[in-house]
Structure formats: C-alpha cells, structure tokens
C-alpha cells in the first residue's frame, strides 16, 4: 500500500493557480491535488479565507499547501493579511508539514499598499509554526501586458522607461513550486524570469509586436517608490531562474 500526499491549493482559479494545478497534475506518483476556491465548484474544496468559512475542513488532512489566493489590491488588508493568518491557523491545527506561500519580489523595499499587505503576510508564515517556504517571485507577463494595454487605450503609452522588470511566466513559477514542494520547507526563496529589462525595452517590444503605432509618454515614477522601481527593486539574482522570455510570451510560444 502506498502513501498519497495532499497538497491544497488556495487561490487555484487564478492564473498562478491554473498553472500550479496543472504542473501538479503532471507529477504523477501519489499526489493528491485539492484545489480550493471561494465558490462550490465540481472537485474543488469551497472555502474563504475572507470569513474563515470551510478553511478547518479545506485543510483537514492536508500533508502541504500551496497558498496563491490573494485581494492584489481590492481587499488585500482582509485576504492577504487577516485571510493568511486564518489558513496558517487552520493549518497548524489540521497538522500541515509544508505551507508555501507566494509572495512578490520586492514586496520589502516598494512602498505601495499592496506590497505591505504582502509582507505583513509573508512575516505571519514566517512567524506561524508550520514548517514553511515563502517564495517570492517577479512580474508575470500577464500582468505587464495588461498594464500596456491599459495604458493604449488613453492614446499614448504612459511609461517610465528606467524601471527594471524580470518578467516570469507563471509556467516557470509554477515548476519552481513543484521541485520546492519535493524539497520540504525551504525558508525565504526568490525566482525571477531569466531577462531584466528596462520598462522602456518591454513597451518597444509590445509595441512591435501587436502593431500599437501609440506614442510612448515618458514619465518618472516619483519618489521612494520610483526610486527602489529604477533601481531594480522588482528583480532578483537569485538561482534558478525562469527560462521563459517576455519575447517569448509575445510571440505566444510560452
């Protein structure tokens, strides 16, 4: 007879969680993957970190989890910080061995609100006494390609050319998080993607390639906040590192 293990997943529904459940999908051998979610859904678990609803069942008998769920701006005070310190709770009363919980790279030198809820988030894991693994991570594509578009529809490109961006393609995240679940509790690691650019180089090569003729309106972020962005706040040297490029990304091919 052999032993399965259980790895719950928080946040499942989002593009990180999509990414994470199918790697995990394909890892074969015994585990056992419980995506959860704030909505019943067909095989997943329904629980809210906002409330506290359903988290002792979500866990119960949980070996680890993965805890992507987070308010990314809209209630990142009651999900990422109350809502964390709830699951880290509920795991530690259920017996979890593993909590790994994703964070952002540069969460402990931008000052933005999210950030801090962000951090605040990542010192309850770390203070919490379940074994865990904190990993933060660097900007999707996704994300910066969603910032661009946004940023075309006002008739002009709003950029600030010298920040420093290390796009990382969830996919790579997502196998990062495989082998570090293999591993066991790890502490504080970071994973960026394989390339640092200036915010300048990403628009230019968004622009070419979705044919965007909008003119870049060169901006400065100010302050401490623009300062830490240039200064490469957003990027890491740590190894390993993604191997999926932002050209990779805008040609569709990762």
């Given at each position: 007879m052999t032993n399965t293990t259980t790895v719950l997943v928080t946040g499942a529904s989002g593009t990180l969680g999509a990414a994470v459940l199918s790697r995990l999908a394909g890892a074969g051998g015994d585990l056992v993957v419980r995506p959860m979610s704030?909505?019943?859904?067909?095989?997943w678990v329904a629980a809210d970190l906002a409330t506290g609803t359903g988290l002792p069942e979500a866990v119960r008998g949980a070996d680890a989890v993965v805890h992507l769920a987070s308010g990314a701006g809209r209630n990142s005070a009651g999900i990422d910080v109350e809502g964390t310190g709830r699951l880290v709770a509920a795991a530690r009363a259920a017996g979890v061995r593993h909590l790994l919980y994703v964070s952002i790279v540069g969460v402990d030198r931008v000052p933005i609100s999210y950030y801090r809820a962000k951090l605040a988030a990542e010192r309850i894991v770390a203070a919490g006494e379940v074994p865990c693994t904190i990993l933060r991570a660097t900007q999707f594509p996704q994300l910066i390609d969603r910032l661009l578009t946004a940023s075309s529809r006002l008739g002009v490109l709003v950029v600030d050319r010298r920040v420093l961006v290390q796009p990382v393609h969830p996919a790579d995240v997502a196998e990062r998080i495989s082998s570090l679940l293999g591993a066991g509790?790890?502490?504080a690691v970071e994973f960026g993607g394989p390339e640092v650019h200036s915010f300048g180089e990403l628009a230019g090569a968004w622009r070419r390639a979705r044919g965007v003729r909008r003119p870049v309106l060169p901006i400065r972020v100010p302050?401490?906040?623009g300062?830490?962005?240039?200064?490469?706040?957003l990027t890491t040297a740590a190894r390993?590192?993604?191997?999926?490029t932002w050209g990779d990304y805008l040609a569709g091919s990762a």
């Amino acid at each position: 007879m052999t032993n399965t293990t259980t790895v719950l997943v928080t946040g499942a529904s989002g593009t990180l969680g999509a990414a994470v459940l199918s790697r995990l999908a394909g890892a074969g051998g015994d585990l056992v993957v419980r995506p959860m979610s704030r909505r019943a859904r067909s095989g997943w678990v329904a629980a809210d970190l906002a409330t506290g609803t359903g988290l002792p069942e979500a866990v119960r008998g949980a070996d680890a989890v993965v805890h992507l769920a987070s308010g990314a701006g809209r209630n990142s005070a009651g999900i990422d910080v109350e809502g964390t310190g709830r699951l880290v709770a509920a795991a530690r009363a259920a017996g979890v061995r593993h909590l790994l919980y994703v964070s952002i790279v540069g969460v402990d030198r931008v000052p933005i609100s999210y950030y801090r809820a962000k951090l605040a988030a990542e010192r309850i894991v770390a203070a919490g006494e379940v074994p865990c693994t904190i990993l933060r991570a660097t900007q999707f594509p996704q994300l910066i390609d969603r910032l661009l578009t946004a940023s075309s529809r006002l008739g002009v490109l709003v950029v600030d050319r010298r920040v420093l961006v290390q796009p990382v393609h969830p996919a790579d995240v997502a196998e990062r998080i495989s082998s570090l679940l293999g591993a066991g509790p790890a502490g504080a690691v970071e994973f960026g993607g394989p390339e640092v650019h200036s915010f300048g180089e990403l628009a230019g090569a968004w622009r070419r390639a979705r044919g965007v003729r909008r003119p870049v309106l060169p901006i400065r972020v100010p302050g401490r906040a623009g300062r830490e962005l240039r200064a490469g706040a957003l990027t890491t040297a740590a190894r390993p590192a993604g191997t999926r490029t932002w050209g990779d990304y805008l040609a569709g091919s990762a």
